[in-house]
C-alpha cells in the first residue's frame, strides 16, 4: 500500500513539473557551487551552475568577474535542460558569465567547469594526453555531479544535455560527441605551420603521462555549441561519429587560431552543422564576456577587440541563437508558473539510493547518473 501511494505522490508531482509552458519565461538567476572528483586523480575539481530563479537579481563579483546571479538562490520550478561549458587552455569558464547567465534567464540550467591542470591557475596539464582525453571525462563527471546534487537534480530534464565549447573547449565538446582526435594530424600541421607559436610550442608532439586514457564520447550529450574550436586533429573520418547537431561561431580576425585548419574545416567536415558563423573583424578573445573597467585595466589584451567590432551586440545574439539552437536540438524547458520553488519542496524530497544507474565510463569509478526522488 506504501509503495502504491508513493508511485501516485510521484505521478501526480510529475505531472504538475511536467507542465509546458505556452511561451519562454524570462527568469533572473541564481548560481550554486559543484565540487565532486576530478576523474583523473580523484582529487576535488569545481564548477558553477547557473540556474532560473525567482530570487531578486543581485551582482556577485566572482574571481574578479561581475556576475548577475544570487548565490544559492531558490531554484525556479520547471524541468530545465542542462548546457556543460568547458572554457579553453589555461582560463576559466567565467570568462563567458554572461552567455551563461543570459541562457539561465531564459530557462536553461548551465554548468561552467573548471578544468584541473588546464586553467588560468593551473597549468601542470597542458599539452599532456591526461589533457586532452581528461577533459571530456571532466565533464561528464560534472553531468553526473549535477544530475545528483540534491538542490538542482528535480529540476534538471536529464535527456536534455549539450555542451558549449570556447577554443580548447571545442575540441573537448566534439570528443564528447564521438570525435576521435588524430595526434599524427597535429604533428603534420606543425610540420607545414611551424611559425604557429600557440598549437606547435612541443613541434605537435604531446606528453605522454597517461597511456590509459583514450578519447571516450558521453551519450548524453545531444548537441554542441562551438565558439572559435580548436580541431587541428580532427578529419572528416574521426568525425565521422558525431551525430548530434552543431553550431559554429568563430571570428575572421582570430589571431590564435588558423580558421582554414579550425573553424572552416569542422564546418566542412562535420555531419550534421546547423550553422557557420564568422563574425567579421571579430579576434579569438571576442567570445569572452565584455569586460568592465577593473578588466580592461589589468587585462587589455583580452578586453580589446577591433575597431567596429561591438562586443556586446555580438553576445546578445550569441546568446539569442544559443536559445533558438537548443530548444530546436534538445527541446525547450517545462515550468511550472506559479508553484512552489524549490527550496518548498526539497524540505520533502530523499533520494532513493538505489534507483540510481552506473555511470558507462571505462577506467572511472561506478557512480550513480541520476536518481529518483519520492516524497516523504
Given at each position: 500500500?506504501?509503495?502504491?501511494?508513493a508511485?501516485?505522490v510521484?505521478?501526480?508531482?510529475?505531472s504538475?513539473?511536467?507542465?509546458?509552458?505556452?511561451?519562454?519565461?524570462?527568469?533572473?538567476?541564481?548560481?550554486?557551487?559543484?565540487?565532486?572528483?576530478?576523474?583523473?586523480?580523484?582529487?576535488?575539481?569545481?564548477?558553477?551552475?547557473?540556474?532560473?530563479t525567482?530570487?531578486?537579481?543581485?551582482?556577485t563579483?566572482?574571481?574578479?568577474?561581475?556576475?548577475?546571479?544570487?548565490e544559492?538562490?531558490?531554484?525556479?520550478m520547471?524541468r530545465?535542460?542542462?548546457?556543460?561549458?568547458?572554457?579553453?587552455?589555461?582560463?576559466?569558464?567565467?570568462?563567458?558569465?554572461?552567455?551563461?547567465?543570459?541562457?539561465?534567464?531564459?530557462?536553461?540550467?548551465?554548468?561552467?567547469?573548471?578544468?584541473?591542470?588546464?586553467?588560468?591557475?593551473?597549468?601542470?596539464?597542458?599539452?599532456?594526453?591526461s589533457?586532452?582525453?581528461?577533459?571530456?571525462?571532466?565533464i561528464?563527471?560534472?553531468?553526473?555531479?549535477?544530475?545528483?546534487?540534491?538542490?538542482?537534480?528535480?529540476?534538471?530534464s536529464?535527456?536534455?544535455?549539450?555542451?558549449?565549447?570556447?577554443?580548447?573547449?571545442?575540441?573537448?565538446?566534439?570528443?564528447?560527441?564521438?570525435?576521435?582526435?588524430?595526434?599524427?594530424?597535429?604533428?603534420?600541421?606543425?610540420?607545414?605551420?611551424?611559425?604557429?607559436?600557440?598549437?606547435?610550442?612541443t613541434?605537435?608532439?604531446?606528453?605522454?603521462?597517461?597511456?590509459?586514457?583514450?578519447?571516450?564520447?558521453?551519450?548524453?550529450?545531444?548537441a554542441?555549441?562551438?565558439?572559435?574550436?580548436?580541431?587541428?586533429?580532427?578529419?572528416?573520418?574521426?568525425?565521422?561519429?558525431v551525430?548530434?547537431?552543431?553550431?559554429?561561431?568563430?571570428?575572421?580576425g582570430?589571431?590564435?587560431?588558423?580558421?582554414?585548419?579550425?573553424?572552416?574545416?569542422?564546418?566542412?567536415?562535420?555531419?550534421?552543422?546547423?550553422?557557420?558563423?564568422?563574425?567579421?573583424?571579430?579576434?579569438?578573445?571576442?567570445?569572452?564576456a565584455?569586460?568592465?573597467?577593473?578588466?580592461?585595466?589589468?587585462?587589455?589584451?583580452?578586453?580589446?577587440?577591433?575597431?567596429?567590432?561591438?562586443?556586446?551586440?555580438?553576445?546578445?545574439?550569441?546568446a539569442?541563437?544559443?536559445?533558438?539552437?537548443?530548444?530546436?536540438?534538445?527541446g525547450?524547458?517545462?515550468?511550472t508558473?506559479?508553484?512552489?520553488?524549490?527550496?518548498?519542496?526539497?524540505?520533502?524530497?530523499?533520494?532513493?539510493?538505489?534507483?540510481?544507474?552506473?555511470?558507462?565510463?571505462?577506467?572511472?569509478p561506478?557512480?550513480?547518473?541520476?536518481?529518483?526522488?519520492?516524497?516523504?
Amino acid at each position: 500500500m506504501m509503495r502504491l501511494c508513493a508511485v501516485m505522490v510521484m505521478s501526480l508531482l510529475s505531472s504538475l513539473i511536467a507542465v509546458q509552458a505556452s511561451e519562454r519565461q524570462n527568469w533572473n538567476v541564481g548560481f550554486h557551487e559543484l565540487t565532486f572528483l576530478d576523474p583523473l586523480d580523484s582529487q576535488p575539481m569545481h564548477a558553477y551552475a547557473f540556474y532560473p530563479t525567482t530570487a531578486p537579481d543581485n551582482v556577485t563579483r566572482v574571481q574578479g568577474y561581475p556576475i548577475e546571479a544570487t548565490e544559492d538562490a531558490a531554484v525556479a520550478m520547471g524541468r530545465f535542460p542542462m548546457l556543460m561549458l568547458s572554457h579553453g587552455n589555461t582560463g576559466t569558464p567565467l570568462a563567458q558569465h554572461d552567455i551563461a547567465t543570459s541562457l539561465a534567464r531564459r530557462g536553461f540550467v548551465v554548468v561552467a567547469v573548471f578544468h584541473p591542470g588546464d586553467n588560468y591557475l593551473d597549468h601542470s596539464r597542458l599539452g599532456a594526453l591526461s589533457n586532452l582525453y581528461g577533459r571530456p571525462l571532466q565533464i561528464s563527471e560534472a553531468i553526473s555531479a549535477a544530475l545528483l546534487d540534491p538542490m538542482l537534480s528535480p529540476y534538471i530534464s536529464a535527456r536534455r544535455v549539450g555542451v558549449i565549447g570556447y577554443s580548447a573547449g571545442g575540441e573537448t565538446a566534439l570528443i564528447l560527441a564521438g570525435a576521435q582526435p588524430d595526434l599524427q594530424r597535429l604533428r603534420n600541421y606543425c610540420q607545414q605551420r611551424p611559425q604557429d607559436i600557440d598549437a606547435c610550442k612541443t613541434q605537435g608532439e604531446l606528453l605522454v603521462d597517461r597511456d590509459d586514457l583514450r578519447a571516450q564520447a558521453d551519450p548524453r550529450v545531444g548537441a554542441l555549441m562551438l565558439m572559435a574550436p580548436l580541431g587541428l586533429m580532427f578529419g572528416r573520418h574521426t568525425l565521422s561519429d558525431v551525430h548530434v547537431p552543431v553550431l559554429l561561431y568563430s571570428g575572421d580576425g582570430d589571431e590564435l587560431l588558423a580558421i582554414d585548419k579550425n573553424a572552416e574545416a569542422l564546418a566542412r567536415k562535420l555531419p550534421d552543422v546547423t550553422g557557420f558563423k564568422l563574425l567579421a573583424g571579430a579576434g579569438h578573445f571576442v567570445f569572452m564576456a565584455p569586460c568592465d573597467d577593473m578588466q580592461r585595466a589589468k587585462t587589455p589584451g583580452l578586453c580589446t577587440d577591433a575597431v567596429g567590432v561591438d562586443r556586446e551586440d555580438i553576445h546578445r545574439h550569441l546568446a539569442n541563437d544559443a536559445v533558438q539552437f537548443f530548444d530546436g536540438a534538445l527541446g525547450s524547458p517545462m515550468n511550472t508558473a506559479g508553484m512552489q520553488t524549490a527550496s518548498a519542496i526539497n524540505a520533502r524530497l530523499i533520494t532513493r539510493e538505489s534507483s540510481c544507474p552506473a555511470a558507462r565510463r571505462s577506467g572511472v569509478p561506478d557512480r550513480p547518473v541520476a536518481c529518483r526522488f519520492v516524497l516523504r
